[in-house]
Each structure stands twice: as structure tokens, then as C-alpha cells.
């Protein structure tokens, strides 16, 4: 890291250089992203247009295929947010809430969700399973229809924003006093990730300009977060699927591979809840981010008086 990379007033050490994008540990942010970075309209388009087609072709038959597992997984992410909330607080924004999986199953325990989602063919899906869901992105002209919440949910959304404090700062307007953040992020340049560079001559698969601008590790998400006006409760990794490539599984380019890595990974979890041990599980996953090491970070916070 001896380059220094300065645009408008984003400048740091550059990591990488691809597609026409640098990969800087921005001072300014406090964060890893990308420069420069690309305009809101050109993301609104790959958003709205192209992103579930184009980008992520099988994103929503696979997590149709797997229904019952992302089930326990929003099952515990529920149960982890009612447990710093009192019964009577069931409000929920999912922010980039894709096909509507997570607000589904919200619904069935009782809570009263909203989607948000940008991609016109996600929001249509989510829409088609009776969810109440705005086509569009987050915004200040978007907020002030969108009412009060006593959580928003944010998954695989803060890597893909031009401003991610900026947007911190307006789900913050959206909560009501005592209301939680529960954000799941990539956690990128990590440990493993970076361990596959010198000895396996792996390239930075992850990055992945225009679509992903933001590269969080467990502690930039955290610092971004409190300084965006709200308190850490809770964090843990998710697995480190990078384990199968570090192993001499190398699915990048072999997407059977992957999903049967992937599949290895679901059993992992399905048994160890079956076994009754999911606060194991749990505890596993939370040492593994206290070492950096994890897919996606997932953090539970609080919005903090004014
Ligand atoms: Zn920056």
C-alpha cells in the first residue's frame, strides 16, 4: 500500500485498481470503497433495470430452493430482535428487501412489515406474496412517506449505497426513540479472503464495481455505525464460505461448485439446530467476528437519544 489515490475530497492508500475503478482505504469515510464512485442515477438504472436479471440471474430460485433454511435464519433474526424489544413494538422497514422472504416470514410471526426495494422485478415478486412493498430506493424524497418503524432491516444493501452514512442517517429519522438497526454487511478484505492472495494467487474476486462500492470489514461497520448516531448490541459473523476455497474447493467459476459448497454449509447449520444448538451456533459465529473472519457481518444496534 504505498499509492496514494485522492478523488473530490475521497483519498487513501489504493488496494486494488479494476474496471476502471480504484479500491482506496478512504480517510475520509473510514472505510474501504471505491473511486470514483458512481452517480446516484447510474445506480438507480442498474438497480430499477438490471441488477436481479443481470447480476444476481439466480438470486431468487435459490433462495427458493433453500425457503426452509433462510427460514431459520430469519427465524433467529427475529427472535434476536424481539428480545430488545417490548411485545408491543412490531414495526418493521426492510430496506432492499428483495423477493420479500425476510418481510414474509416477519408477517408470520406477527410483525407489520414495508418493503423498499429498488429493482422493479424483485418488488413485483414481493408484492405478488401480498407484502406491502414501495418500488424505489432510499432517499430524502422517499422517507417522508414511508412513516416510523421500530426496526429497519437492511441486508446486502450498505455495500451497493454512494453514501452509506448518509443513508445511516436517514434510517435513523426512521426510527422511533429506542428503535433497532439490524444491518447485514459483506465482510470484505478479510482475513481468509486475502489469505487466498499469496497462497493460492487468487484476484480479489469480491470486488466488483459499479455494483458494489463499499468494502466493510466488522470494525468499519461498527465505528460507521455508532457514528451515525447508535449503539452496538449485537454482532456476529455468518460462515466463512471462503473456508471451501482456502480447502482447494474453488467454486468461483463453477457455480454447481458453489452451490454445492453452499448446500455443506445449510446441512452444517440445519443439523446443529436440529441437534438443539443453535446457541452453539451462535456463540461459534460470534467468536468468528471478534477474529474478522465471516461471510457478512450482522449487527444489531440501537438508535441512541438525540
Ligand atoms: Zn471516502
Redesign the pocket.
Known amino acids: 500500500m504505498d499509492t496514494n489515490k485522492t478523488w473530490n475530497s ?1 483519498s487513501g492508500p489504493l488496494l486494488d485498481s479494476i474496471n476502471g475503478f480504484d479500491v482506496i482505504v ?1 480517510q ?2 473510514g472505510f474501504t ?1 471505491v473511486i470514483p464512485v458512481p452517480s446516484p442515477e447510474d445506480l438507480e438504472r442498474i438497480y430499477r433495470d438490471e441488477y436481479y436479471s443481470k447480476h444476481k440471474p439466480s438470486y431468487i430460485a435459490d433462495i427458493q430452493e433453500d425457503l426452509d433454511w433462510w427460514n431459520l435464519v430469519y427465524q433467529e433474526r427475529y427472535e434476536l430482535l424481539e428480545g430488545h424489544l417490548t411485545p408491543g413494538r412490531r414495526r418493521i422497514l426492510d430496506v432492499g428487501c428483495g423477493p420479500g422472504y425476510f418481510l414474509l416470514h416477519g408477517k408470520q410471526r406477527g410483525w407489520l412489515g414495508l418493503g423498499l426495494e429498488p429493482s422493479a422485478e424483485a418488488a413485483a415478486h414481493a408484492q405478488s406474496l401480498e407484502l406491502d412493498v414501495v418500488q424505489g430506493s432510499l432517499s430524502p424524497n422517499t422517507v417522508h412517506r414511508l412513516g416510523s418503524f421500530d426496526v429497519v432491516h437492511m441486508s446486502e444493501v450498505l455495500e451497493l449505497v454512494p453514501d452509506p452514512a448518509a443513508s445511516l442517517r436517514l434510517v435513523r429519522s426512521l426510527l422511533d426513540p429506542g428503535g433497532l438497526l439490524c444491518l447485514v454487511v459483506g465482510n470484505n478484505y478479510s482475513p481468509f479472503q486475502s489469505a487466498l492472495r499469496p497462497a493460492c494467487g487468487f484476484p480479489p474476486w469480491w470486488v466488483q464495481p459499479p455494483v458494489h462500492i463499499n468494502y466493510f470489514n466488522f470494525e468499519t461497520a461498527e465505528r460507521l455505525i455508532v457514528s451515525c448516531g447508535y449503539e452496538i448490541l449485537y454482532i456476529e459473523a455468518n460462515f466463512p464460505i471462503e473456508l471451501f476455497l482456502l480447502m482447494g474447493d474453488n467454486y468461483l467459476c463453477n457455480p454447481t461448485l458453489g452451490r454445492q459448497c453452499h448446500q455443506k454449509r445449510v446441512r452444517l447449520e440445519k443439523n446443529l439446530l436440529a441437534a438443539g444448538m443453535g446457541g452453539l451456533k451462535r456463540q461459534l459465529y460470534q467468536a468468528l467476528a471478534r477474529c474478522g473472519i465471516g461471510r457478512q457481518a450482522l449487527i444489531v444496534a440501537k438508535r441512541t437519544p438525540v
Request: charged share 0%; net charge neutral; glycine share 0%.
Open positions: 475521497h478512504c475520509t469515510c470503497h
